[in-house]
């Protein structure tokens, strides 16, 4: 299934997340698609918020993964940007992908494709301008649930 809309500051991306946060049952994984400033991290921001976490969310570029604590699930941030291969980074994601109390967003995923399930909601956001992004949700109809409040 898909679903566009757009978002004309980081507030709103920050909302659309939120809402996406409080829908979450576990065990889900998002992948955040777009150019470098396109809103992912951005996206994360209002995700930890939604589920009730009030850790700072930063982009973790040079540490690969962040973890955050919400009131119900763990919240794993990974950001693969310019890594040239995952190695064990791979094994790692695959574990906590599997964890049920788990939810697990990841930024400039290419290079473990190959990790991430079928069953997965794609994001991808487009710059259109200073503030303006398109923002594309991609999903199989069993996550559906995720875009309540959205659609
Ligand atoms: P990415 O993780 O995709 O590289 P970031 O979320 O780190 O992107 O950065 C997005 C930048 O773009 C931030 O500086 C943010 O304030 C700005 N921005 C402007 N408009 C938007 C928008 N509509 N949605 C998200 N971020 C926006
Ligand atoms: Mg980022």
């Known amino acids: 299934m898909t679903w566009q809309t757009s978002s004309t500051n980081s507030s709103v991306t920050e909302h659309i997340a939120e809402t996406i946060g409080l829908n979450l049952?576990?065990?889900?994984v998002i992948e955040l698609v777009s150019?470098?400033?396109g809103g992912k991290t951005t996206f994360v921001r209002g995700l930890a918020r939604g589920m009730g976490s009030s850790d700072r969310v930063s982009s973790p570029t040079f540490k690969i993964s962040n973890?955050?604590?919400?009131?119900?699930f763990k919240l794993y941030h990974f950001d693969f940007y310019r890594?040239?291969?995952?190695?064990?980074?791979?094994?790692?994601?695959a574990e906590i992908i599997g964890e049920p109390q788990n939810v697990?967003?990841?930024?400039?995923?290419?290079?473990?494709?190959?990790?991430?399930?079928?069953?997965?909601?794609?994001?991808?956001?487009?710059?259109?301008g200073e503030n303006d992004r398109g923002v594309a949700f991609t999903y199989p109809k069993s996550l559906a649930y995720l875009m309540k409040g959205s659609i």
Not at 25 to 28: A, D, F, L, Q, S
């Open 104 to 128: 697990t967003v990841v930024e400039w995923a290419d290079i473990v494709q190959n990790v991430l399930p079928r069953k997965r909601l794609t994001i991808v956001f487009t710059n259109k």
């Open 67 to 72: 973890e955050y604590q919400g009131k119900y």
């Open 83 to 93: 890594l040239p291969e995952a190695g064990l980074v791979a094994d790692e994601l």
């Open 35 to 37: 150019d470098l400033g």
């Open 25 to 28: 049952k576990g065990g889900e």
